[in-house]
């Protein structure tokens, strides 16, 4: 089963990028219906590392519905000025048990006005079908919430020095 959302949001490409890449941005993007809470003894890193991390999914920010696992790897061989996010990740626990393959590919670049961005979850398993439209649904959710967030959006990174300062 598939799910997808292209939208044009109101940001530049790296606000975007910056705000794909982080946990709390999940977070802005899932709420009120979903929250996630850390498994891992550090808690949730600022921005996605490489690799798997482990969480605990919260329906109404109160209900444990499952285990999620977000597994990140950042693919190459794309399209100058395209960034992509993936994760393999998935639900591990829970009301997710029925769903065995997740292929979530989060992918932003410029686009005239803003950003383009484009979602893709591809999910399988036994309770896919039965699960398509809640997922369709709250993936309409993802794309309202997005819109309303990327005006917020902003990411200034430091100018790199090429020589160190000199002292007064």
């Not at 606000?15 to 946990?23: E, I, K, N």
């Not at 992918?107 to 036994?126: E, N």
């Not at 997922?135 to 990327?150: E, K, P, T, V």
Request: net charge neutral; proline share 10%.
């Amino acid at each position: 089963m598939i799910v997808q959302l292209k939208l044009v949001l109101d940001c530049e490409p790296d606000a975007a990028w910056h705000a794909l890449q982080s946990p709390a941005g999940l977070r802005e993007v899932a709420s009120p219906w979903l929250d996630f809470a850390s498994l891992e003894p550090e808690g949730l890193p600022t921005q996605w590392p490489n690799g798997e991390h482990l969480m605990r999914a919260l329906a109404l920010r109160t209900v444990q519905v499952g285990t999620v696992a977000v597994d990140i790897t950042r693919p190459g061989d794309l399209p100058q000025e395209v960034r992509m996010l993936r994760d393999t990740g998935g639900l591990r626990g829970g009301l997710g048990r029925g769903l065995r393959e997740w292929d979530h590919r989060m992918a932003v670049s410029p686009a005239p006005g803003g950003t383009l961005y484009r979602d893709r979850l591809h999910f399988s398993g036994p309770l896919a079908a039965p699960s398509w439209y809640p997922i369709w649904l709250f993936w309409q959710w993802r794309g309202l919430r997005l819109r309303q967030l990327a005006p917020t959006w902003s990411f200034d990174a430091a100018p790199l020095r090429s020589q160190p300062a000199s002292a007064p």
